[in-house]
T-cell receptor
Framework: AQKITQTQPGMFVQEKEAVTLDCTYD???????LFWYKQPSSGEMIFLIY??????QNATEGRYSLNFQKARKSANLVISASQLGDSAMYFC?????????????FGQGTILTVHP | KAGVTQTPRYLIKTRGQQVTLSCSPI?????VSWYQQTPGQGLQFLFE???????NKGNFPGRFSGRQFSNSRSEMNVSTLELGDSALYLC?????????????FGPGTRLTVL
């Protein structure tokens, strides 16, 4: 069974500084992908970034980047130059893969608070 | 391109009633997935529909059902509501050709069961 673990219930960062949110996963699939989502207090889940297991480079989307370490089964999200609007819950998610369409397994989430 | 829309945004029901939630996916997306989010259980997968067919189902009782229409819009129904069904219900759409296609979520429907 697949599992996602986010060990940081809450993180604090000063505005304009960088922060790393941890995510470890467990899957028996050889080919897989990982997603990160942001959930503000309004409730909507916002797609941030995707990393495929066979991607040669770590994924980058604007201020978001992934520190993907396949051997350690970790896919940590790095947010550079934090902004007040980054305050939200962040989820790491693993698709079930294969023919298990549409199913994402989510971690417990990390609440990020950005201080001015 | 318009995002995923969900209606209604808020709903209050009493135990024993039934409820229907609606989700309109992004244009061109044929897959719709539904999730339940609660403080205690986190985000849990309910089911996924693609081209009007349920392709995948999570571990929820039969009181939870869904369907998808020819225009890819999807509805989720919960019958005989229980207090524990109070949750944020999120739907997500994707192209659906692969289990690794990005899923784009709607704003959710917050259901309160009294």
């Amino acid at each position: 069974a697949q599992k996602i673990t986010q060990t940081q219930p809450g993180m604090f960062v000063q505005e304009k500084e960088a922060v790393t949110l941890d995510c470890t996963y467990d899957t028996s699939d050889q080919s897989y992908g990982l997603f990160w989502y942001k959930q503000p207090s309004s409730g909507e889940m916002i797609f941030l970034i995707y990393q495929g297991s066979y991607d040669e480079q770590n994924a980058t989307e604007g201020r978001y980047s992934l520190n993907f370490q396949k051997a350690r089964k970790s896919a940590n999200l790095v947010i550079s130059a934090s902004q007040l609007g980054d305050s939200a819950m962040y989820f790491c998610a693993l698709p079930a893969g294969g023919t298990s369409y549409g199913k994402l397994t989510f971690g417990q989430g990390t609440i990020l608070t950005v201080h001015p | 391109k318009a995002g995923v829309t969900q209606t209604p945004r808020y709903l209050i029901k009493t135990r024993g009633q039934q409820v229907t939630l609606s989700c309109s996916p992004i244009s061109g997306h044929r897959s719709v997935s539904w999730y339940q989010q609660t403080p205690g259980q986190g985000l849990q997968f309910l089911f996924e529909y693609f081209s009007e067919t349920q392709r995948n189902k999570g571990n929820f009782p039969g009181r939870f059902s869904g369907r998808q229409f020819s225009n890819s819009r999807s509805e989720m129904n919960v019958s005989t509501l229980e207090l524990g069904d109070s949750a944020l219900y999120l739907c997500a759409s994707s192209r659906g050709r692969s289990s690794y296609n990005e899923q784009f979520f709607g704003p959710g429907t917050r259901l309160t069961v009294l």
